[in-house]
């Protein structure tokens, strides 16, 4: 009974914690970081200021909650469907998928574009670093397993090659951020791109 209380408990905080931290990222969207104040902030989420700052001591800190969630979001999706596949090849193409989705989503968009226009501290400087170190981590596993099983060269276990591959993706968001392609072109585009240079 206690645990299913508190379990309760704990859903009704996250929900109110992304709540806040959404109505953080539309604020700042609307007027900039600079203009939204705390009082604001708690009205558009509909909370009271005291539960605001149960969570949150400051607009940014909200937002850098937003960036967190989103990460957590596309490294968690990734990590599932790539525990399903066992080709490096089509784990490879899943990377690039995932990640097209989440750069031609309407929310995500809106929250890098967001992120362009303020100012990035240096604590949300952190947090996207943790993407990218997520997603370094998981492509270099996929990279490994592809040479293991003699499907990419061995230049693919190469550290910089890793390097090559974020700067592909996140070349791709700017890309896909600004309108220029869809989503099945830029899969297929970066998908081909990288498998022919792997395999050589």
Do not use: C, N
Not at 8 to 21: E, F, N, P
Not at 142 to 167: C, K, Q, S
Request: proline share 2%; aromatic share 4%.
């Amino acid at each position: 009974m206690v645990e299913g209380w508190a379990d309760t408990v704990d859903a009704h905080r996250a929900r109110q914690r992304r709540r806040i931290s959404e109505a953080a990222l539309e604020l700042v969207a609307e007027r900039g970081m600079a203009q939204v104040s705390m009082a604001e902030l708690a009205r558009r989420a509909g909370v009271s200021r005291p539960t605001l700052y149960r969570y949150f001591h400051d607009v940014e800190s909200a937002l850098i909650a937003w960036v967190g969630d989103e990460i957590d979001r596309v490294v968690g999706e990734l990590a599932v469907r790539l525990a399903a596949t066992e080709d490096p090849v089509a784990a490879l193409r899943t990377l690039v998928e995932v990640h097209v989705d989440a750069f031609v989503d309407a929310r995500y968009r809106l929250g890098m574009e967001t992120l362009r226009h303020e100012a990035v501290s240096p604590a949300l400087r952190t947090e996207v670093e943790r993407h990218v170190d997520g997603v370094r981590s998981i492509l270099g596993d996929v990279l490994d397993r592809g040479v293991a099983r003699g499907v990419f060269g061995p230049h693919a276990r190469d550290p910089l090659v890793r390097e090559v591959v974020l700067g592909a993706l996140g070349g791709l968001r700017g890309a896909l951020l600004e309108g220029r392609g869809d989503r099945a072109e830029a899969v297929e585009l970066v998908y081909t791109l990288l498998v022919k240079a792997l395999r050589t």
